[in-house]
T-cell receptor
Framework: QKEVEQNSGPLSVPEGAIASLNCTYSDRVSQSFFWYRQYSGKSPELIMS????GDKEDGRFTAQLNKASQYVSLLIRDSQPSDSATYLC????????????FGAGTRLFVKA | DTGVSQNPRHKITKRGQNVTFRCDPISEHNRLYWYRQTLGQGPEFLTYFQNEAQLEKSRLLSDRFSAERPKGSFSTLEIQRTEQGDSAMYLC????????????????FGPGTRLTVT
């Protein structure tokens, strides 16, 4: 069974700080990686996708991928109270596979 | 609103009853997924379709669960003889294309159907 591991948190950061969220995965041949944000009682919302090693930036969000270490991270700069949510790491199985395995999520709390 | 829609949003049923949920994906999306999510866990893959073909089904899905997408548009998920352990949020998601371009792997979720089995 392929696995995606995340620290459940909660991760608490002050407003304006950088929040760093981490994820490891077990499938060595995975090629597609995603970060979703989920507010309490709502469905997941796609924030970032990343497919190549290195960094990918989109606004205040930066996704980082290291396939050799099987590690994905998400940095949120200038964190806002509205960023308080659960962040889900997701990985597609296999090479070019469409089945997605989600981690259990990390709860982030941004203090005003 | 052109996002993924799901109906009903909430369902309360007694143990042993059958329930059916519907998902309408974003209109141009060929791929459709079903997930189940319980409190404190990430979405758990159940099955996915490319057009009307069901291409993969989780081993976690017992014979009581069945999904269809008869015309490659909307999909239904049926649970027969519900059990209390089936209580969860059932999520549907869709992906843009049937190809293997990078964007075709991104999934967009509907609001979910919350099932409570009493």
């Amino acid at each position: 069974q392929k696995e995606v591991e995340q620290n459940s948190g909660p991760l608490s950061v002050p407003e304006g700080a950088i929040a760093s969220l981490n994820c490891t995965y077990s499938d060595r041949v995975s090629q597609s990686f995603f970060w979703y944000r989920q507010y309490s009682g709502k469905s997941p919302e796609l924030i970032m996708s990343i497919y190549s090693n290195g960094d990918k930036e989109d606004g205040r969000f930066t996704a980082q991928l290291n396939k050799a270490s099987q590690y994905v991270s998400l940095l949120i700069r200038d964190s806002q109270p509205s960023d308080s949510a659960t962040y889900l790491c997701a990985v597609n199985e296999g090479t070019g596979g469409f089945k997605t395995i989600f981690g259990a999520g990390t709860r982030l709390f941004v203090k005003a | 609103d052109t996002g993924v829609s799901q109906n009903p949003r909430h369902k309360i049923t007694k143990r042993g009853q059958n329930v059916t949920f519907r998902c309408d994906p974003i209109s141009e999306h060929n791929r459709l997924y079903w997930y189940r999510q319980t409190l404190g866990q990430g979405p758990e893959f159940l099955t996915y379709f490319q057009n009307e073909a069901q291409l993969e089904k989780s081993r976690l899905l017992s014979d009581r669960f069945s999904a269809e997408r008869p015309k490659g548009s909307f999909s239904t998920l049926e649970i027969q003889r519900t059990e209390q352990g089936d209580s969860a949020m059932y999520l549907c998601a869709s992906s843009p294309t049937s190809g293997r371009t990078l964007g075709s792997y991104e999934q967009y979720f509907g609001p979910g159907t919350r099932l409570t089995v009493t």
